[in-house]
């Protein structure tokens, strides 16, 4: 019972530093709350970590068959190229209607469902935690943590979940309890997407071009 305790700390653990960085999720799941309310912004993260459920177990079957072979990674990081350009795109588009709008920010009243499910589609474009969840898959068995059992996956799978969904409510408590900052960030929020997508697609394609040689 222990070792699972350990398990699931450490793994939950890696999730939510794994989120801290600005990216897509939390991101969005702050500008959600900004524009849309806190509890938007909590059903926009729980939708986003149900994919996170599914994106481990998908890790664990590629790092449990494929441990040493990078072709199903190498697949994932083309793909993010170009959904990432898209979003950049996207995202920039938006701005500028924003922008030549000049409309003041103020609290919608939106379908929560609405948030579910674009907490679902989001994280089911941003394919970059299964590489993640990989690593740290292949990292605990290398170290004795866990096995491919029944019961190592699900406490592996629960705490990246978990992990996942801590650090967006932190995202969403944070931005909707500073209402001096969430103005000025809901404002730039699009630009502050567009931009974090094109640093994505940047490093993502350095990450395809550049293979060091392994001596």
Known sequence: MTDFIILFFITFSAALLGVVPPGLINIT??????QKGKMNGIIFAIGAS?????QAIIA?????????????????E?????????????????????????????????????????????????????PYFIGLNALWRASDLMEFTVVDIIT????????????????????NKSQSKSGN?????????????????????????YKPDVV
Do not use: C
């Not at 592996?156 to 969403?172: D, E, I, K, R, S």
């Open 29 to 34: 799941a702050a500008k959600i709350s900004t």
């Open 50 to 54: 149900i994919v996170v459920f599914i």
């Open 60 to 76: 664990v079957m590629i790092s449990k068959y494929l441990y040493h072979n990078q072709q199903i990674i190498e697949v994932l």
């Open 78 to 130: 083309k793909a993010a190229v170009v959904i990432f350009g898209l979003l950049a795109i996207y995202f920039f588009i938006v701005a500028r209607k924003k922008t030549k709008k000049k409309k003041r920010i103020r609290m919608v009243k939106v379908s929560k469902k609405g948030s579910f499910f674009k907490g679902i589609f989001l994280a089911m474009l941003n394919v970059l935690p299964i």
């Open 156 to 175: 592996f799978v629960l705490g990246t979940g978990f992990g996942t969904f801590a650090m967006l409510y932190m995202y969403v408590f944070y931005f």
């Open 185 to 209: 960030f809901s404002k730039y929020s699009d630009h502050i997407l567009s931009g974090l997508m094109l640093v994505l697609v940047i490093v993502t394609l350095i990450r395809i071009f």
